[in-house]
């Protein structure tokens, strides 16, 4: 633990850019586009599965307005992956930015620009397509039956395990004779549970606009959260040299992993090329639902043994994940059902994760905050809920006496990583103890758990109709990806003693420009507003990988506390030059550098000021770097208690509570915020959320009218308290906290029904 009292760091300051968001300030993508620029729309199939036999285009080309109308004959056939990763990506390149085969209702067939939305539509209508019509896959249980048809079926694809199985992805990974231990445990279970398929519903739909600057280069804005990784591969499927791409990220209306990938922005790009013109596509709330990502839908079945006291000797995960028409995120979100679950239970003598990851002829399923890991937890935590029930103990008590303490490892860190290898890490900061004191406290889990036991035969319940219930359950996630993950950040200081900070980092709305900015101003001991940040822009800001694997405020933020480092040490250097004394006699308060005597001080804006005019001239200023050595580990508990409507099964949260380890929260109030808004988005999936589709592939209820989302008359009471911990790897001990909040409140649902039905 650190005794060190901070100044802006742990304190709750208002966001950086909350100025502009109340005035309505013209900050997203969209605002911003040129008004001359192209229209682009999208011609979309009708047909699960078909290939294109042929196209015409004549008449859309010939129509007034009309600038570009694009097919697969006019681009070149190169494969690739949308995935926004690490690079060399883990997913298999698949993909064609037009293509000659469709694989889902609503894939690309054509692309058209033009100077106005009318005439766009008007010539989408005029183009004539010409299908031969595939058998479709459409359940992803039967999509490696033997004779099932075969989804991609091109030969250039690259990393794809068994196309002709449909098997887009696997992985195995197993410790200790795990049926052998299962066999002969005292306790045997078996379960499997399904996850949906859900989207993620953030406010601003995919945006993009692109034009050639004043030297030619292409620029590309969009609403992305991986800036340096969309310039990359755009320069791969337009085979154009990086250095001749610019990409900048605006202000994101959220994101939630589904703008980790180059969705919109190529096609953008492909206008511009071939008109010289700028260009925008916006997609529709349609589009957005089905062209971009889903959460993966799962069936993960799990298999214990243990002993009757509750001790798990073996655990046995299969995850069967159906990734789609693509197989864009496909091994990395599987791997993380298994590795941001199985590590809590170190206890096990033998644990065992497989997963298969099959292609679908439905939309392509991506990131999704917590990335695997509620489909993980899902099945995991509801097995162990009914261990508890079978060996007569408070689920509470099972789960708590087989998870992990601090000072602990698992072997799974070392084996299991995301798409490859992890790295052995041994558990720093645990206050996964606190989480369950203090959430059994705010919950009155001891009275209501025995209290609602088996309502469904209660008094209670034949008078009213209605009985209640309460779950727990417990999580782990992850701070980035060990050993890939990188990040960097440059400052420069002013003549006025003020910052610029200019970081990779992309701010999907979660406060991370407000995060970094107060790391850097709590290192260089000024108020936050002394810090101008500037974020993801690929040619004016340094390298970041972008907003995914909860990374930002440990990775991001260990490469600002760097780059702070860096400067402080620069402004005590020429201090000491300055007040003629020895570094060693400095130190720095608000602004000020003191020495330790009392007898010598220089503002920050005096010294920047005579090294700019008069001192030794020269610019402070510097830039670092952080990557992971390990993927620290935030932990929640979190409690849940619901009614049930016997008469109409209608299920309604009453309160859920969440408590979490998180280390140093470098703002509290934003980080119980993505907390409080991961549960409720959980609750999503629980009650309402699942994209439905057609016998025939159609999507039946890709609109916010037919897709139902939670909102304020769903639930009841949500808190969210953080326990005090310090992670010592962290920016003055922070780890991370914007996934971990989505992991859990599905299956404390699930576990508040089994509470009050289970006999």
């Given at each position: 633990?650190?005794?060190?009292?901070?100044k802006?760091?742990?304190?709750?300051?208002?966001?950086?850019?909350?100025?502009?968001?109340?005035?309505g300030?013209?900050v997203?993508?969209?605002?911003?586009?040129?008004?001359?620029?192209?229209?682009?729309?999208?011609?979309?199939?009708?047909?699960?599965?078909?290939?294109?036999?042929?196209?015409?285009?004549?008449?859309a080309?010939?129509?007034?307005?009309?600038?570009?109308?694009?097919?697969?004959?006019?681009v070149?056939?190169?494969?690739?992956?949308?995935?926004g990763?690490?690079?060399?990506?883990?997913?298999?390149?698949?993909?064609?930015?037009?293509?000659?085969?469709?694989r889902?209702?609503?894939?690309?067939v054509?692309?058209?620009?033009?100077?106005?939305?009318?005439?766009?539509?008007?010539?989408?209508?005029?183009?004539?397509v010409?299908?031969?019509?595939?058998?479709?896959?459409?359940?992803?249980?039967?999509?490696?039956?033997?004779g099932?048809?075969?989804?991609?079926?091109e030969?250039?694809?690259?990393?794809?395990?068994?196309?002709?199985?449909?098997?887009?992805?696997?992985?195995?990974?197993?410790?200790?004779?795990?049926?052998?231990?299962?066999e002969?445990?005292?306790?045997?279970?078996e379960?499997?549970?399904?996850?949906?398929?859900?989207?993620?519903?953030?406010?601003?739909?995919?945006?993009?606009?692109?034009?050639?600057?004043?030297?030619?280069?292409?620029?590309?804005?969009?609403?992305?959260?991986?800036?340096?990784?969309?310039?990359?591969?755009?320069?791969?499927?337009?085979e154009?040299?990086?250095?001749n791409?610019?990409?900048?990220?605006?202000?994101?209306?959220g994101?939630?992993?589904?703008?980790?990938?180059?969705?919109?922005?190529?096609?953008?790009?492909?206008?511009?090329?071939?008109?010289?013109?700028?260009?925008?596509?916006?997609?529709?709330?349609q589009?957005?639902?089905?062209?971009?990502?889903?959460?993966?839908?799962m069936?993960?079945?799990?298999?214990?043994g243990?002993?009757?006291?509750?001790?798990?000797?073996?655990i046995?995960?299969?995850a069967?994940?159906?990734?789609?028409?693509?197989?864009?995120?496909?091994?990395?979100?599987?791997?993380?059902?298994?590795?941001?679950?199985?590590p809590?239970?170190?206890?096990v003598?033998g644990?065992?994760?497989?997963?298969?990851?099959?292609?679908?002829n439905?939309?392509?399923?991506?990131?999704?905050?917590?990335?695997?890991?509620p489909?993980?937890?899902?099945?995991?935590?509801?097995?162990l809920?009914?261990?508890?029930?079978?060996?007569?103990?408070?689920?509470?008590t099972?789960?708590?006496?087989?998870?992990?303490?601090?000072?602990?490892?698992?072997p799974?860190?070392?084996?299991?990583g995301?798409?490859?290898?992890?790295?052995?890490?041994?558990?720093a900061?645990?206050?996964l103890?606190?989480?369950?004191?203090?959430?059994?406290?705010l919950?009155?889990?001891?009275?209501?758990?025995?209290?609602?036991?088996?309502?469904?035969?209660?008094e209670?319940?034949?008078?009213?109709?209605?009985?209640?219930?309460?779950?727990?359950?417990?999580?782990?996630?992850?701070?980035?990806?060990?050993?890939?993950?990188?990040?960097s950040?440059?400052?420069?200081?002013?003549?006025?003693?003020?910052?610029?900070?200019?970081?990779?980092?992309?701010?999907?709305?979660?406060?991370?420009?407000?995060?970094?900015?107060?790391?850097?101003?709590?290192?260089l001991?000024?108020?936050?507003?002394y810090i101008?940040?500037?974020?993801?822009?690929?040619?004016?800001?340094?390298?970041d990988?972008?907003?995914?694997?909860?990374?930002?405020?440990?990775?991001?933020?260990?490469?600002?506390?760097?780059?702070?480092?860096?400067?402080?040490?620069?402004?005590?250097?020429n201090?000491?030059?300055?007040l003629?004394?020895?570094?060693?006699?400095?130190?720095?308060?608000?602004?000020?550098v003191?020495?330790?005597?009392?007898?010598?001080?220089?503002?920050?804006?005096?010294?920047?000021t005579?090294?700019?005019?008069?001192?030794?001239?020269?610019?402070?200023?510097?830039?670092?770097?952080?990557?992971?050595?390990?993927?620290?580990?935030?932990?929640?508990?979190?409690?849940?208690?619901?009614?049930?409507?016997?008469?109409?099964?209608?299920?309604?949260?009453?309160?859920?509570?969440?408590?979490?380890?998180?280390?140093?929260?470098?703002?509290?109030?934003?980080?119980?915020?993505?907390?409080?808004?991961?549960?409720?988005?959980?609750?999503?999936?629980?009650?309402?959320?699942?994209?439905?589709?057609?016998?025939?592939g159609?999507?039946?209820?890709?609109?916010?009218?037919?897709y139902?989302?939670?909102?304020?008359?769903?639930?009841?009471k949500?808190?969210?308290?953080?326990?005090?911990?310090?992670?010592?790897?962290?920016?003055?001990?922070?780890?991370?906290?914007?996934?971990?909040g989505?992991?859990?409140?599905?299956?404390t649902?699930?576990?508040?029904?089994?509470?009050?039905?289970?006999?």
């Amino acid at each position: 633990m650190s005794d060190r009292q901070f100044k802006v760091v742990n304190q709750v300051e208002k966001k950086v850019d909350i100025n502009s968001l109340v005035r309505g300030k013209s900050v997203y993508t969209e605002d911003m586009a040129p008004e001359d620029a192209l229209v682009i729309k999208l011609l979309k199939s009708p047909h699960a599965h078909a290939r294109i036999k042929n196209i015409d285009t004549s008449k859309a080309k010939a129509l007034e307005g009309i600038e570009c109308v694009l097919t697969h004959k006019d681009v070149n056939q190169i494969s690739y992956t949308r995935a926004g990763q690490g690079y060399p990506e883990p997913s298999p390149y698949d993909t064609h930015l037009l293509g000659e085969k469709v694989r889902f209702v609503g894939d690309t067939v054509a692309l058209v620009a033009g100077k106005d939305l009318k005439s766009v539509k008007k010539a989408l209508k005029l183009i004539k397509v010409e299908y031969e019509v595939l058998e479709p896959v459409l359940d992803f249980e039967h999509a490696m039956d033997e004779g099932a048809p075969v989804i991609h079926d091109e030969d250039d694809t690259v990393n794809i395990y068994d196309a002709s199985k449909n098997l887009a992805q696997h992985y195995d990974m197993s410790i200790g004779d795990v049926d052998e231990i299962i066999e002969n445990s005292d306790i045997q279970i078996e379960r499997a549970y399904y996850y949906p398929k859900s989207q993620h519903v953030h406010l601003e739909n995919h945006t993009a606009f692109s034009y050639f600057d004043d030297k030619e280069r292409l620029v590309v804005v969009s609403s992305t959260q991986v800036p340096f990784h969309a310039r990359r591969i755009l320069s791969h499927i337009l085979e154009i040299p990086i250095r001749n791409i610019r990409v900048i990220k605006p202000r994101i209306g959220g994101g939630f992993g589904a703008k980790q990938g180059v969705i919109v922005e190529g096609y953008c790009a492909l206008v511009t090329l071939k008109t010289g013109k700028p260009a925008m596509l916006v997609y529709d709330r349609q589009e957005t639902f089905i062209n971009t990502y889903t959460r993966h839908d799962m069936r993960v079945t799990v298999r214990i043994g243990a002993d009757k006291e509750g001790k798990v000797k073996a655990i046995d995960m299969h995850a069967l994940s159906n990734t789609g028409a693509y197989g864009d995120h496909a091994l990395t979100v599987a791997m993380v059902c298994g590795s941001k679950t199985l590590p809590l239970y170190n206890k096990v003598e033998g644990v065992r994760f497989v997963s298969d990851i099959v292609y679908t002829n439905l939309p392509t399923a991506g990131a999704y905050r917590g990335y695997g890991a509620p489909q993980g937890v899902l099945a995991l935590d509801a097995v162990l809920d009914e261990l508890a029930y079978k060996v007569g103990k408070d689920p509470l008590t099972v789960k708590e006496m087989n998870t992990m303490k601090e000072g602990e490892t698992s072997p799974i860190f070392k084996i299991m990583g995301e798409g490859r290898e992890g790295v052995e890490q041994i558990v720093a900061s645990c206050k996964l103890d606190k989480c369950i004191e203090r959430g059994k406290e705010l919950s009155q889990w001891e009275g209501k758990f025995l209290k609602y036991k088996d309502a469904i035969h209660s008094e209670e319940a034949r008078k009213t109709g209605k009985i209640r219930g309460i779950g727990c359950a417990l999580a782990m996630q992850g701070s980035g990806i060990a050993k890939v993950d990188m990040s960097s950040a440059t400052m420069k200081m002013n003549d006025d003693g003020s910052f610029n900070l200019l970081v990779g980092a992309t701010d999907l709305g979660t406060g991370s420009d407000t995060v970094l900015s107060q790391i850097a101003a709590e290192e260089l001991g000024v108020p936050l507003d002394y810090i101008h940040i500037y974020s993801s822009d690929t040619d004016r800001t340094p390298f970041d990988v972008g907003a995914y694997a909860s990374s930002t405020t440990y990775v991001s933020g260990n490469a600002v506390l760097n780059t702070a480092k860096k400067v402080k040490k620069q402004i005590l250097e020429n201090a000491a030059k300055l007040l003629e004394c020895d570094e060693a006699e400095l130190y720095i308060e608000n602004g000020t550098v003191k020495n330790k005597t009392g007898d010598k001080s220089v503002t920050y804006e005096d010294l920047c000021t005579q090294l700019f005019y008069t001192f030794d001239q020269m610019q402070i200023g510097a830039t670092g770097s952080f990557v992971g050595d390990e993927s620290p580990i935030p932990f929640m508990a979190t409690f849940q208690e619901i009614e049930i409507d016997l008469e109409t099964g209608k299920i309604t949260p009453i309160e859920i509570v969440s408590v979490v380890d998180c280390g140093t929260a470098i703002n509290p109030a934003l980080a119980k915020g993505q907390v409080e808004g991961a549960s409720l988005q959980a609750l999503g999936a629980s009650l309402y959320e699942e994209l439905t589709f057609s016998k025939k592939g159609t999507p039946t209820n890709a609109s916010l009218f037919g897709y139902k989302i939670p909102d304020r008359s769903s639930y009841g009471k949500v808190t969210a308290e953080l326990v005090d911990s310090y992670e010592p790897s962290g920016p003055f001990g922070a780890k991370s906290v914007s996934e971990i909040g989505i992991d859990t409140p599905t299956v404390t649902l699930l576990n508040a029904i089994y509470n009050a039905t289970s006999h």
